[in-house]
């Protein structure tokens, strides 16, 4: 391996060209884009005029032996073979989120990777580099929060629509997709929830589909979620709710955290809230509170450092900050809600990747949406980086 990366990237819808364009402005040292793949030929006209080499097979840039690495931003379902097919060829591997489709797909690619444990596999859960979320693991792993007693997440501020759902013949379907709200716009959170407090035993989902939208997949989802030592907790998405709310509850022994509207507050209590209820001889009485603000900025490039991570992973034997293997947790807990809510009953963890793997496919042989697709429709990227 030389001093620098030679990087392919393969897909350049929205959130590719977005991957393009800070590796370009060169804010990834030592990682250099030298290739990018599309099926959609204009879409590689402005690279090769800076002299990137363009394919429109992603199998044959694999196999070209031209790049160290590749950063795979295509449909869902692309994500695993690509993924397997890239380890298998020696090169390392970043991942857009979901790292598959489905758990079973990313079971095949994590055994590609087992087989190659030489190869970086990482997956793009960017807000791992939010010091908001950072600062909260923070007060979970310090003890500073006691005891963990119950998790809200309302996260509905992911408003579409029609025009979005129509920007692209596989959003929104069991077969281009896989999913709805949670596979596409809330992984990340549902990445933000298993990393700070670990993988549910049990999930229970109550769907909608294609509340809001003319689709055939969830746009509106509550889950009901029970990690061990009894943390209960309440995940909330929505597609089709306007103005929207996004509002994290964290509650422990010790206080709890709000974060709201670009604010953070710890609530905490003066002493631990089940050492009080034992010992005080008041019925009616609570802890002495203190509110603690907690200032937080908003991560710079967030993308790109986790580019960098991946760069230095590799080049100088870095830990990773999400590795790939992780991204197995927010897909099977997405997978999971939707699964729990069509068979009416309480999931325990982990699944039946196979099990769910066949209903995907009996959902999508059995699907009559028919799509209109608008060319020119975009993603709005941008504003969702950060949720």
């Not at 990482?122 to 003890?143: D, H």
């Not at 501020?157 to 929104?172: H, I, L, Q, V």
């Not at 990340?188 to 109550?206: A, E, I, K, Y």
Request: hydrophobic share 45%; with cysteine.
């Amino acid at each position: 391996m030389s001093s620098s990366l030679r990087l392919g990237l393969i897909g350049l819808g929205n959130i590719g060209r977005h991957h393009a364009n800070y590796l370009l402005e060169g804010k990834v040292p030592r990682c250099a884009l030298t290739a990018v793949c599309t099926t959609t030929a204009a879409k590689l006209e402005p690279y090769a005029s800076r002299g990137l080499a363009t394919w429109t097979d992603a199998q044959a840039l694999i196999r070209s032996g031209t790049v160290d690495a590749i950063l795979i931003a295509t449909p869902h379902y692309d994500h695993a073979p690509l993924g397997i097919a890239a380890l298998e060829a020696g090169l390392h591997v970043m991942v857009e989120k979901p790292i598959a489709a489905h758990k079973a797909d990313a079971e095949r690619l994590l055994a590609a990777a087992a087989r190659h444990p030489r190869q970086v596999f990482a997956g793009m859960f960017q807000l791992r580099m939010e010091p908001r979320y950072q600062e909260l693991r923070r007060l979970i792993t310090s003890g500073e929060l006691g005891t963990l007693v119950r998790v809200n997440w309302i996260n509905t501020d992911w408003f579409r629509t029609e025009a979005y759902y129509a920007s692209g013949g596989w959003r929104a379907t069991w077969a281009g997709e896989g999913g709805g709200v949670l596979l596409n716009q809330c992984l990340h959170n549902l990445d933000v929830l298993t990393w700070l407090l670990g993988p549910p035993q049990s999930v229970r989902g109550f769907a909608q589909l294609g509340r809001f939208h003319q689709i055939e997949v969830e746009d509106q989802i509550t889950v009901h979620l029970e990690w061990p030592g009894r943390v209960q907790g309440v995940f909330v998405a929505s597609t089709g709710e306007a103005p929207g709310t996004n509002r994290l509850e964290l509650v422990g022994s010790r206080g709890k955290v709000v974060m709201e509207d670009g604010r953070m507050r710890f609530y905490q209590n003066a002493v631990d809230m089940l050492e009080f209820s034992r010992t005080t001889t008041g019925g009616f009485t609570k802890p002495d509170l203190t509110e603690i603000p907690i200032p937080f900025e908003n991560a710079t490039d967030p993308h790109a450092q986790l580019m960098r991570n991946f760069t230095a992973a590799v080049l100088d034997g870095a830990d990773l900050i999400a590795p790939g293997a992780a991204g197995l947790h927010s897909l099977e807990l997405a997978n999971a809600a939707v699964y729990s809510s069509l068979m009416e009953k309480t999931l325990a963890l982990p699944m039946d990747g196979l099990a769910w793997e066949q209903m995907l496919r009996e959902l999508a042989a059995a699907s009559s949406v028919k799509k209109a697709v608008r060319v020119g429709g975009t993603d709005d990227f941008a504003a969702s980086f950060r949720r």
